[in-house]
């Protein structure tokens, strides 16, 4: 089993920025596509970013493209999410997943952390 825990959330006025971090414990992620996804009230959980274990490639949504980063450190086991240029509308809780396909949708990730609340205030 991998557990998952998120930091680094909080509170932001808009333009500021936060960096999250995921830290995987009981497996190692070497071997899993990472990913952040977020679910704000009364809306359906989305995808943020994702990052593929085998070459680092890749995804943002569009909604944070150009704005958000994802890396990942297999040595330390962790994945990070630099959110820049934050707006309201990213308010929401950000969860880290991590599972076997690179993928878009939530159900293809097996772990999941708690998430960690994000607000954004204008």
């Known amino acids: 089993q991998m557990q998952l825990v998120e930091s680094g959330g909080g509170l932001v006025q808009a333009g500021g920025s936060l960096t999250l971090s995921c830290l995987a414990t009981?497996?190692?992620?070497?071997?899993?596509?990472m990913g952040w996804f977020r679910q704000a009230p009364g809306k359906e959980r989305e995808v943020v970013a994702l990052?593929?274990?085998?070459?680092?490639?890749?995804y943002y949504g569009d909604i944070v493209q150009g704005r958000f980063t994802i890396s990942r450190d297999n040595a330390q086991n962790t994945v990070d999410l630099q959110m820049n240029n934050l707006e309201p509308e990213d308010t929401a809780v950000y969860h880290c997943?991590?599972?076997?396909?690179?993928?878009?949708?939530?159900?293809?990730?097996?772990?999941w952390g708690q998430g960690i609340q994000v607000t954004v205030s204008s």
């Open positions: 997943a991590a599972g076997p396909q690179f993928s878009t949708k939530a159900e293809h990730y097996a772990y």
């Open positions: 009981g497996r190692a992620i070497t071997h899993y596509n």
């Open positions: 990052i593929r274990y085998i070459d680092a490639a890749t």
